[in-house]
């Protein structure tokens, strides 16, 4: 009876360890999901910080554009001028068609960095919705972590129970109790224990 009350107390002991193995492994899950999220959202800061700058490049690009017109019609009216045409007819007209090309032009130019800028915005809540959803994997592997031990250590107790309790004197098996912490149910599966590991002495001693 002794040595089958000690293979009986192995096996509890493996069932317990078991659960703490399957604990750290989401632990190990958990943690991996939260680097994962400040990775996530390192991108999202870095997504943001690119969309200002392209926001910042596009009013330099036009700023340039329009220094280069404006010495191109600076130009164009000397050239008018040291030609002796007055600035009326075909010679007002290039400079009207010009001045509205460069609109068109400055109007493209605000328009293609709008572009890269949303660009970069998506890309950054792109990001921060990954976060999110690293984060929540995370908690969830937390709780899948808390539940597997939870359940290794009823197992343990019900174990113990049947294999040392009999009569009055049977160890009680708490019932699973969702609204328990993690500290409450191991608290009780420890007494559980405590009563079984006291049924294994007494059959030892028979």
């Known amino acids: 009876m002794c040595g089958g009350a000690i293979i009986t107390g192995i096996g ?3 069932q317990i360890m078991g659960g703490f193995g399957e604990k750290a492994q989401y632990d190990a899950q958990a943690a991996a999901y939260k680097a994962n999220a400040r990775v996530s959202e390192q991108n999202a800061q870095l997504a943001r910080a690119q969309a200002e700058q392209a926001g910042e490049m596009g009013k330099w690009e036009e700023q340039q554009f329009r220094k280069d017109v404006d010495q191109q019609r600076g130009a164009q009216k000397a050239a008018v001028g040291a030609s002796g045409i007055e600035m009326t007819g075909s010679a007002a007209a290039v400079m009207d068609d ?3 090309i460069e609109e068109e032009d400055a109007a493209m130019i605000r328009y293609n ?3 890269r800028k949303t660009a ?3 890309e950054g809540q792109s990001f921060m919705q990954e976060a999110s959803n690293h984060r929540h994997a995370a908690k969830s592997a937390k709780k899948a972590g808390k539940a597997a031990l939870t359940r290794s250590l009823i197992d343990a107790a019900v174990t113990g129970a049947l294999s ?3 009569g009055s004197g049977a160890a009680k098996v708490p019932k699973p ?3 328990l912490s993690l500290g409450s149910t191991v608290s009780k599966m420890s007494d559980t224990m405590k009563g079984a590991v006291g049924k294994m002495k007494g059959w030892g001693t028979r």
Request: charged letters at 10%.
């Open 12 to 14: 509890i002991a493996g």
């Open 164 to 166: 040392f309790g009999g």
């Open 98 to 100: 010009t001045r509205s």
């Open 113 to 115: 960095t709008q572009l």
């Open 177 to 179: 109790d969702s609204t």
């Open 120 to 122: 970069f915005i998506n």
